[in-house]
């Protein structure tokens, strides 16, 4: 059986290693000490490994980010950081910092380092420390912040879980009353896990000793040996290979669960997940490697369910569960930069206000919606300051002194050279408005419009055909018939069909084949009157406006003057486009757009403006009735946040 400490159980790990003995660990937790380099070394408890799994998936839930280990420079402590690392880093989640404590660290020396910690933003902390250290640590914290933690309740902790069965109950009476008998105390804890793994490893030696049925060590020790001094000559034990291979085969119930040793090492079952509360630790939630985290045992809901765990405790005494950062103490503030503009304040308003012989900013709009939206979902705190500037041109920004820049500045691939964009938050493209006028072509004969020629005809056939073939179906019929003349009978019949188009028709019908036609040409007539009243009536009723200008090479025939946003690249734009310099003119607000296009290019105003298509559809919410946007759009990359 190992002895009590990592440090300890790894020396006699590797003498029991070179002497072909099993040594039966429980208490060995670190991953450290592996089975794959020591064959003879059992683990009879789970590996701290074990818990960096859950660790990860329990920080996943929460949308945690960032996580700061805190352990011990040991053996037991750095055991876990590999495979700690490994289980964040596949969640996303970063590890902005670490906290190693000497096992023999100072009160002063531990005081430093969470001191150091108070001025990062993360505030989850996972602690693996050994309890004599760890006590130190809660210390230390209460002595911090007594609001927050408070003898580190609120605390989430993964434990091995132990089924509270009735073997376990009568092992912890009859432990507690041997235990209160050989130390004369009043007060006995609760046997730990570890007793409970200790309990199982003597167990599962006996079985395995009994399966070898050996009665002598038969220790086989080398001539010339000194047992006491030279240990590279130790002896070999050739009864340790059997009883190794007795310990891994051996399983039964246990009471810290199923003993079955997996790859040298007690498989994992179930991990529990506790709160601390006050002075102890209440069950909120277990984990699986099947299910992962699940409120029950019994239960399969997984953690994508809302309530997947009990209510828990936060530090704080809080039941919200907490970002998981704060405002750094020591961080700079992001200046962020915002382009004042003249028009168009929807997007963005900066108001100035006099105040104690200062003036102050205020900021608003679309764009700065949009960016404090984006900043307060971060998983971090980014303390902000906006700072409104005036330019003449969007470049000059790269000259300015700010981290960003938040506005109307669209993703150019010139400006990438001098700045970095993040994602598009607008519809890209750039087209032009231009005055509606009325429709010079109506005229009397407006009500042939809603058909075309060739369906007037066809329909006109229609008739006809119609008529023609439910009279020679109503030949005999004397309502269609009679004594009438060969022309009266074909106006009767040509009526009977175009009288289906207003009212129902007085001959009677005797066959049952033209009952058939005319209710097929009856359905025709139906969808016909209606999709022709249809479109007259929208002809009749909404006023026709058509566009002064259709596409650009009328505006560049014409020499036309066109217009464009102050400080906007669209200027640029439209010199490509083909435009001279001279016909450009330099626009503001919606209502200098109304009023230049009202205008027109021979009055001191424009034929069309270009710009882009979020400045586009403002003016048109406004002014609908008088403009339109015509032409194709050239697409942009967007409007997009500014990286200095």
Request: glycine share 6%; hydrophobic share 45%; net charge negative.
């Amino acid at each position: 059986m190992g002895p009590l400490t990592t440090v300890e159980t790894e020396f006699v790990a590797y003498l029991c290693n070179r002497s072909q003995v099993p040594l039966l660990s429980f208490s060995a937790t670190s991953p450290s000490i592996s089975p794959i380099h020591l064959s003879f070394f059992v683990r009879a408890n789970l590996k701290d490994s074990s818990q960096s799994i859950p660790i990860a998936s329990f920080i996943q839930h929460y949308g945690w980010r960032q996580a700061v280990p805190i352990y011990e420079e040991s053996a037991f402590g750095s055991g876990i950081i590999p495979s700690l690392v490994d289980a964040l880093q596949s969640i996303g989640t970063m590890i902005p910092d670490r906290v190693v404590i000497p096992t023999e660290a100072s009160d002063d020396h531990i005081d430093d380092k969470l001191h150091r910690l108070m001025t990062l933003q993360t505030r989850v902390f996972v602690v693996h420390i050994a309890s004599r250290a760890g006590f130190s640590v809660a210390d230390v914290l209460d002595l911090l912040d007594q609001s927050v933690i408070n003898a580190m309740e609120g605390v989430i902790g993964f434990r091995p879980y132990i089924a509270l069965t009735d073997e376990v109950k009568s092992f912890s009476q009859r432990f507690k009353e041997r235990f209160r008998q050989d130390n004369l105390v009043s007060e006995v804890a609760d046997p730990t896990i570890y007793l409970l793994w200790a309990y199982d490893a003597v167990w599962a030696l006996a079985m395995a000793n009994e399966m070898v049925k050996e009665t002598s060590p038969n220790f086989v020790i080398p001539e010339h040996s000194n047992l006491f001094t030279d240990l590279s000559t130790i002896g070999v034990s050739l009864t340790g290979p059997k009883l190794l291979n007795a310990i891994l085969s051996t399983t039964f119930g246990g009471l810290a669960g199923n003993f079955r040793v997996v790859e040298g090492q007690l498989h994992l079952v179930v991990l529990e997940i506790v709160n601390v509360v006050g002075k102890g630790a209440r069950s909120i939630g277990f984990w699986t490697p099947d299910e992962g985290i699940i409120r029950d045992i019994s239960s399969k809901d997984s953690s994508d369910s809302d309530n997947f765990l009990r209510s828990i405790i936060w530090p704080g005494d809080s039941t919200v569960p907490p970002k998981g950062w704060v405002e750094p103490t020591n961080g700079e503030v992001l200046r962020i930069a915002v382009p004042m503009k003249t028009g168009f304040t929807e997007f963005v308003d900066v108001s100035k206000t006099a105040q104690n012989d200062a003036s102050t900013s205020t900021i608003t709009g679309y764009y700065i919606d949009v960016s404090k939206s984006v900043l307060e979902k971060l998983p971090y705190a980014v303390p902000y300051e906006f700072f409104p500037i005036s330019i003449d041109s969007y470049n000059d920004l790269v000259y300015q002194k700010f981290d960003a820049v938040v506005g109307d500045v669209t993703i150019r691939a010139n400006r990438t050279n001098y700045v970095e964009f993040k994602m598009p938050y607008t519809e890209s493209g750039v087209s032009m408005i231009v005055p509606l006028q009325p429709d010079s072509r109506q005229s009397v004969w407006i009500f042939l419009k809603p058909l075309s020629l060739e369906l007037w005809l066809t329909s006109l056939g229609f008739f006809i055909f119609t008529g023609f073939v439910v009279g020679i179906i109503e030949w005999n019929n004397q309502e269609f018939r009679g004594t009438l003349g060969l022309g009266d009978q074909l106006g009767v019949i040509f009526y009977f069909a175009f009288s289906t188009l207003v009212f129902a028709h007085k001959e009677k019908l005797g066959s049952n084949l033209s009952r058939f036609v005319v209710i097929i040409w009856v359905f025709v007539v139906l969808i016909l009157t209606s999709s022709y009243t249809a479109s007259l009536t929208s002809m009749l009723t909404v006023q026709q406006l058509q566009p002064s200008v259709t596409n650009i090479n009328q505006l560049l025939k014409q020499n036309d003057y066109v217009g464009y946003q102050h400080g906007s690249f669209v200027k640029d734009f439209q010199v490509k486009l083909g435009f001279e310099e001279a016909k450009l003119r330099n626009l503001t607000t919606a209502d200098v757009y109304a009023d230049a296009l009202a205008k027109g290019s021979t009055n001191g105003g424009v034929a069309a403006i270009f710009d882009e298509i979020s400045y586009l559809m403002v003016f048109l919410s406004q002014f609908c009735d008088k403009y339109t946007m015509v032409g194709p759009i050239y697409k942009t990359d967007g409007f997009g946040f500014v990286s200095l």
